[in-house]
């Protein structure tokens, strides 16, 4: 079949209540997305999969949910009030404002196609500033957080104090992000607002470079656990020049996204970093002091940063297919069950009263496990079609038979195969299935 491309997925996104363009009525607000019924079920459905597998499933990580603002002094011990920056230039012919290392061309404009007209590339700070306080002064100045991740760091003591957490161990945490991108765009993958889903893993030095291979093998294999392509996934190791300046080492997951492989997930050893001049700045002592051997350290940091909004479009453009069937092209998100916004649908035969109330007790019973759909508009073919193009396992037809044999159709979105189920055996139905 014939790759999606991105134009095909935004439209669907928008029509079937995946992504909206936010203050879209009035004129929109660039690369600024809100989440419709689907997509905040799909992006929620990727988060708790992210946490199932990195804080739930394991008895080494344990999740924290730190504050948006934090002290301006976290991101001056950091570096990134004096690194975190992007080489912008402008050109002077249509005064676009471009990011010089994302060029196809360095010296020509793809805004207006003017070669020769850039500025010199300046250094830009991607963070967003804001102040507390009714007054606005360089004393109350603080930042939007670029990432979840020293929210984790300047938590490190408390959270192993009080969980009693011995080496090695992993703190998580999913939340917003911001970053003044120079040039945002490609739809949801490149956001001035995101979430991420982060885990800071601390180990013994010498341990370090055992624990990076193993979370590369861990993070790429949940990709895959949950459906997707292993042909769409990479693992790609950066140059010594595209290290990060806390990094001794780092991996990227890729994806083929519509305009080729980019970034999905960052794996880095962070070595003894951030500790290190969280410790120094603050004054606080972030060593570790391991009993057993009687001696004092900075942990080293082995991390696996994931973009929540970005990965669930990714999942979004891996699972759309076209099937043809009798002459008719099928659209089908064949996503992982466990990331479906809805588990499945119930669809009354006909609008008559007395199949309505058989549909409604039914997705009642449903909903008490699942996110359920009960839509009752169009043709049932009409309607198996909606369903399919959203994602939805299973749909459950309730027709004038199930008045007499108290049993429901239960159709499967990938083999479009039936089977006639008792009422009351389709939640365990569905349950082995799910």
Same mark, same amino acid.
């Given at each position: 079949?014939?790759?999606?491309?991105?134009?095909?997925?935004?439209?669907?996104?928008?029509?079937?209540?995946?992504?909206?363009?936010?203050?879209?009525?009035?004129?929109?607000?660039?690369?600024?997305?809100?989440?419709?019924?689907?997509?905040?079920?799909?992006?929620?459905?990727?988060?708790?999969?992210?946490?199932?597998?990195?804080?739930?499933?394991?008895?080494?990580?344990?999740?924290? =949910?730190?504050?948006?603002?934090?002290?301006?002094?976290?991101?001056?011990?950091?570096?990134? !009030?004096?690194?975190?920056?992007?080489?912008?230039?402008?050109?002077?012919?249509?005064?676009?404002?471009?990011?010089?290392?994302?060029?196809?061309?360095?010296?020509?404009?793809?805004?207006?196609?003017?070669?020769?007209?850039?500025?010199?590339?300046?250094?830009?700070?991607?963070?967003?500033?804001?102040?507390?306080?009714?007054?606005?002064?360089?004393?109350?100045?603080?930042?939007?957080?670029?990432?979840?991740?020293?929210?984790?760091?300047?938590?490190?003591?408390?959270?192993?104090?009080?969980?009693?957490?011995? +080496?090695?161990?992993?703190?998580?945490?999913?939340?917003?992000?911001?970053?003044?991108?120079?040039?945002?765009?490609?739809?949801?993958?490149?956001?001035?607002?995101?979430?991420?889903?982060?885990?800071?893993?601390?180990?013994?030095?010498?341990?370090?470079?055992?624990?990076?291979?193993?979370? +590369? =093998?861990?993070?790429?294999?949940?990709?895959?656990?949950?459906?997707?392509?292993?042909?769409? +996934?990479?693992?790609?190791?950066?140059?010594?020049?595209?290290?990060?300046?806390?990094?001794?080492?780092?991996?990227?997951?890729?994806?083929?996204?519509?305009?080729?492989?980019?970034?999905?997930?960052?794996?880095?050893?962070?070595?003894?970093?951030?500790?290190?001049?969280?410790?120094?700045?603050?004054?606080?002592?972030?060593?570790?002091?391991?009993?057993?051997?009687?001696?004092?350290?900075?942990?080293?940091?082995?991390?696996?940063?994931?973009?929540?909004?970005?990965?669930?479009?990714?999942?979004?453009?891996?699972?759309?297919?076209?099937?043809?069937?009798?002459?008719?092209?099928?659209?089908?998100?064949?996503?992982?069950?466990?990331?479906?916004?809805?588990?499945?649908?119930?669809?009354?035969?006909?609008?008559?009263?007395?199949?309505?109330?058989?549909?409604?007790?039914?997705?009642?019973?449903?909903?008490?496990?699942?996110?359920?759909?009960? =839509?009752?508009?169009?043709?049932?073919?009409?309607?198996?079609?909606?369903?399919? !193009?959203?994602?939805?396992?299973?749909?459950?037809?309730?027709?004038?038979?199930?008045?007499?044999?108290?049993?429901?159709?239960?159709?499967?979105?990938?083999?479009?195969?039936?089977?006639?189920?008792?009422?009351?055996?389709?939640?365990?139905? +569905?349950?082995?299935?799910?």
């Amino acid at each position: 079949m014939t790759e999606p491309t991105l134009e095909t997925i935004s439209n669907l996104a928008k029509r079937r209540g995946f992504v909206f363009q936010s203050s879209e009525i009035y004129g929109g607000l660039r690369s600024a997305y809100d989440y419709g019924p689907l997509g905040v079920e799909l992006l929620r459905n990727v988060k708790d999969q992210w946490w199932k597998a990195m804080v739930q499933s394991r008895s080494d990580v344990v999740g924290l =949910d730190s504050a948006i603002l934090q002290a301006r002094q976290v991101w001056q011990a950091s570096g990134h !009030e004096e690194v975190f920056t992007d080489p912008m230039i402008e050109c002077r012919n249509c005064n676009a404002r471009l990011r010089l290392d994302k060029l196809d061309d360095p010296n020509r404009c793809p805004t207006c196609g003017v070669s020769g007209q850039f500025t010199e590339p300046q250094e830009f700070n991607l963070m967003f500033r804001t102040h507390m306080g009714p007054v606005e002064s360089d004393d109350n100045m603080v930042y939007l957080r670029p990432e979840t991740a020293q929210g984790i760091f300047i938590n490190y003591e408390n959270v192993r104090r009080t969980n009693r957490l011995k +080496l090695p161990f992993g703190i998580a945490q999913v939340g917003k992000s911001f970053r003044n991108e120079i040039t945002p765009g490609q739809f949801v993958f490149r956001t001035r607002e995101f979430e991420q889903m982060e885990m800071e893993f601390f180990c013994r030095p010498e341990d370090a470079d055992e624990w990076f291979a193993y979370w +590369l =093998d861990e993070r790429m294999a949940w990709y895959v656990d949950l459906g997707m392509s292993e042909e769409k +996934l990479r693992l790609r190791h950066h140059e010594s020049d595209e290290l990060s300046h806390y990094s001794s080492g780092t991996a990227d997951v890729e994806f083929m996204f519509p305009w080729g492989w980019d970034e999905l997930e960052g794996i880095a050893n962070r070595s003894d970093f951030d500790l290190k001049q969280h410790s120094e700045h603050s004054g606080e002592d972030l060593t570790y002091f391991d009993q057993e051997a009687n001696e004092r350290f900075f942990p080293y940091v082995i991390e696996p940063a994931a973009g929540a909004t970005r990965t669930t479009f990714a999942f979004l453009i891996d699972a759309y297919s076209e099937e043809t069937v009798n002459d008719d092209t099928r659209t089908v998100l064949k996503l992982d069950p466990r990331l479906s916004p809805y588990k499945a649908a119930v669809l009354p035969l006909s609008k008559k009263a007395e199949l309505i109330e058989p549909t409604e007790k039914l997705a009642a019973e449903l909903r008490k496990r699942w996110m359920v759909e009960v =839509d009752i508009t169009q043709s049932i073919g009409r309607r198996y079609r909606r369903q399919d !193009e959203i994602g939805t396992p299973y749909c459950v037809t309730v027709d004038f038979d199930s008045l007499e044999d108290g049993a429901a159709t239960v159709r499967s979105r990938d083999t479009m195969e039936q089977d006639r189920v008792s009422l009351d055996q389709i939640p365990s139905y +569905l349950a082995e299935r799910l």
